[in-house]
């Protein structure tokens, strides 16, 4: 199906590596034009070869910087000519108890996870209204949906952009001039940050990696962590001419690892 985006620009957040890397390659996939960032530089610019050698019709620019800081989303945004697509990404909180946690801790969580999308969708929302065609995605956590007693410093923020986003997507000057945000919720995907959050878990407890993966991923009905391709591709299709009517929604990706009705 031809999601009939080809020629826009989007600007996806954080997107060297796992689920903003698999975004921005099925967009990518489908003509759009995009941006990229992430701290790293080297890591950033294979994965802008990578997205040119996909396909050599769009034009990919990458941005080294800290999505999270005020000078990362300016120059984020300063190299988009125009965005029409916005995929809100950012590292992870780290784990742990709340006991342990100073304001300077919950801070840079709000600031990662909470401030930094919106503060990018304020830059971006109006001239899309304008324009009359915008994608917003935020990718959060399946977290939101059902809390991780260690990650509560991820629970927290993405809650709070979660409550901010299901008003503020019900806004007609927004729905009414085709912009939609949504928020995608991953549950387990393969992905480097997995990968060192089983490592550590595996460290702590003695046991095998091995064991350790298998476990979890027997703990999820579809018996195996999700891929940053699948992500990338629901997104696409969250940010298709065909999905207009979908907004304000949380779309959890999960095997099927939340256990709930609805
Ligand atoms: P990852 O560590 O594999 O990749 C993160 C990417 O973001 C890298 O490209 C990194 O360079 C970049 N990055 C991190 N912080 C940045 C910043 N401040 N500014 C610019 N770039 C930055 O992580 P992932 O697994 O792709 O996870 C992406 C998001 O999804 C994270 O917020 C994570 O907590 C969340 N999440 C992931 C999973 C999972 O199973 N992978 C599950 C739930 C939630």
Same mark, same amino acid.
């Given at each position: 199906?031809?999601?009939?985006?080809?020629?826009?620009?989007?600007?996806?957040?954080?997107?060297?590596?796992?689920?903003?890397?698999?975004?921005?390659?099925?967009? #990518?996939?489908?003509?759009?034009? #995009?941006?990229?960032?992430?701290?790293?530089?080297? =890591?950033?610019?294979?994965?802008?070869?990578?997205?040119?050698?996909?396909?050599?019709?769009?034009?990919?620019?990458?941005?080294?910087?800290?999505?999270?800081?005020?000078?990362?989303?300016?120059?984020?945004?300063?190299?988009?000519?125009?965005?029409?697509?916005?995929?809100?990404?950012?590292?992870?909180?780290?784990?742990?108890?709340?006991?342990?946690?100073? %304001?300077?801790?919950?801070?840079?969580?709000?600031?990662?996870?909470?401030?930094?999308?919106?503060?990018?969708?304020?830059?971006?929302?109006?001239?899309?209204?304008?324009?009359?065609?915008?994608?917003?995605?935020?990718?959060?956590?399946?977290?939101?949906?059902?809390?991780?007693?260690?990650?509560?410093?991820?629970?927290?923020?993405?809650? !709070?952009?979660?409550?901010?986003?299901? !008003?503020?997507?019900?806004?007609?000057?927004?729905?009414?001039?085709?912009?939609?945000?949504?928020?995608?919720?991953?549950?387990?995907?393969?992905?480097? %940050?997995?990968?060192?959050?089983?490592?550590?878990?595996?460290?702590?407890?003695?046991?095998?990696?091995?064991?350790?993966?298998?476990? %979890?991923?027997?703990?999820?009905? =579809?018996?195996?962590?999700?891929?940053?391709?699948?992500?990338?591709?629901?997104?696409?299709?969250?940010?298709?001419?065909?999905?207009?009517?979908?907004?304000?929604?949380?779309?959890?990706?999960?095997?099927?690892?939340?256990?709930?009705?609805?």
């Amino acid at each position: 199906m031809d999601l009939g985006i080809a020629g826009r620009w989007a600007l996806v957040c954080a997107a060297s590596k796992g689920l903003g890397a698999g975004c921005a390659e099925a967009l #990518v996939g489908e003509g759009v034009h #995009v941006v990229i960032t992430a701290r790293g530089e080297e =890591a950033l610019q294979a994965q802008a070869e990578r997205l040119r050698a996909l396909n050599p019709a769009v034009q990919v620019r990458s941005v080294v910087g800290d999505i999270a800081t005020e000078a990362g989303r300016a120059a984020a945004l300063a190299a988009c000519p125009q965005v029409d697509i916005l995929v809100n990404n950012a590292g992870g909180p780290p784990p742990g108890d709340f006991r342990d946690w100073d %304001r300077a801790a919950w801070l840079a969580a709000l600031e990662a996870n909470m401030l930094t999308p919106i503060e990018l969708i304020k830059a971006t929302v109006d001239g899309m209204a304008q324009r009359g065609f915008g994608r917003v995605v935020n990718i959060t956590s399946g977290a939101v949906k059902a809390p991780i007693d260690v990650l509560g410093l991820s629970n927290g923020a993405r809650s !709070g952009l979660t409550g901010f986003v299901a !008003g503020l997507a019900r806004q007609p000057r927004l729905a009414g001039r085709n912009v939609t945000i949504n928020n995608l919720l991953p549950g387990a995907f393969d992905t480097e %940050r997995l990968g060192k959050t089983l490592a550590a878990g595996a460290a702590k407890s003695g046991q095998p990696l091995d064991e350790l993966r298998a476990r %979890r991923m027997a703990a999820i009905p =579809a018996q195996r962590f999700g891929s940053a391709a699948e992500f990338g591709a629901l997104c696409a299709m969250l940010c298709s001419a065909q999905a207009g009517y979908l907004t304000g929604q949380n779309i959890l990706l999960d095997g099927g690892a939340y256990p709930g009705t609805f």
